[in-house]
């Protein structure tokens, strides 16, 4: 589903984040990225969606060589991959289910599609009493879930999330973890990065450890410890 061939990412600053990554995931794995600040986490997975290009390497996504896409068939990969962040980025004048239909409305679903799947993806996110509050109104664990169901209601095969789990108290954090779980058991390839140790540790997972923008560890079912 991804693969990375000697990646490597150098900003316009002059920092490396990415020094020679390659790594394997397959279709349906759930996986951790942990490591310091400053590791290259971020770099790392938003070269998947192409947030960022590498400098040099390939990116392959499902076949798919990122360096060869045209800019204009961009949109269409990124509709194909669920992106969540750690401050949700939802739009604060749309109430929950105008959020997540809005992902719908730009790709041209019917109407009857729309309602049906914005539907189902808030019942799945336990959010179906919800639907016409807005942003401002819910608690963090609830926007995040907003912002969860945002990113899966086109059904990607594919869910990347940043630290989705950062801005959240511990019993909210495991309760956005079982929707990962969800999402995960339904197909979609998961990669998370985080720094939260006791769901990486409890909840066990393959595990890409990054450090100096390189993976020093890979392991399946791996813990979360690293050397500062
Ligand atoms: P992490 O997610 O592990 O904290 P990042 O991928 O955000 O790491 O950052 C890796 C390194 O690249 C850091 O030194 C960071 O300051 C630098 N960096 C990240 N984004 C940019 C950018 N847009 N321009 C310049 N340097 C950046
Ligand atoms: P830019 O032209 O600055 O790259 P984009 O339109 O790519 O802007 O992205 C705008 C915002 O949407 C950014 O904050 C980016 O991180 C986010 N974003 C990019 N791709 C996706 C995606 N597939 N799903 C959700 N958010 C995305």
Do not use: C, W
Not at 23 to 29: C, P, Y
Not at 78 to 99: S, W
Not at 125 to 137: C, D, H, I, T, W
Not at 172 to 194: C, D, P, Q, V, Y
Request: charged content about 25%; overall charge neutral.
């Amino acid at each position: 589903m991804i693969k990375m061939k000697n990646v490597y990412k150098k900003y316009s600053n002059g920092v490396v984040a990415a020094n020679g990554i390659n790594i394997d995931i397959n279709r349906g794995e759930f996986v951790y990225v942990v490591g310091p600040s400053g590791a290259g986490k971020s770099t790392f997975i938003k070269m998947m969606y192409r947030e960022e290009a590498p400098t040099s390497g390939q990116i392959f996504i499902d076949g798919t060589e990122l360096g060869s896409l045209k800019n204009k068939e961009i949109p269409y990969l990124r509709r194909q991959i669920g992106v969540v962040f750690q401050d949700f980025k939802l739009l604060p004048r749309l109430n929950v289910y105008e959020n997540v239909a809005f992902a719908l409305e730009v790709i041209e679903e019917t109407p009857t599609e729309i309602r049906k799947k914005v539907t189902d993806v808030l019942a799945l996110v336990g959010l179906s009493q919800k639907a016409r509050m807005f942003p401002n109104e819910l608690s963090g664990g609830e926007q995040q879930r907003v912002s969860i169901a945002r990113s899966i209601v086109n059904e990607p095969k594919l869910v990347i999330a940043d630290e989705p789990t950062g801005n959240l108290d511990p019993d909210t954090s495991l309760g956005i973890m079982n929707i990962f779980e969800k999402i995960n058991n339904r197909g979609a390839t998961i990669i998370m990065a985080t720094h939260n140790k006791d769901i990486v540790n409890s909840i066990r997972h393959r595990v890409l450890l990054v450090e100096g923008g390189m993976i020093t560890r890979d392991e399946y079912e791996g813990e979360y410890s690293y050397e500062g």
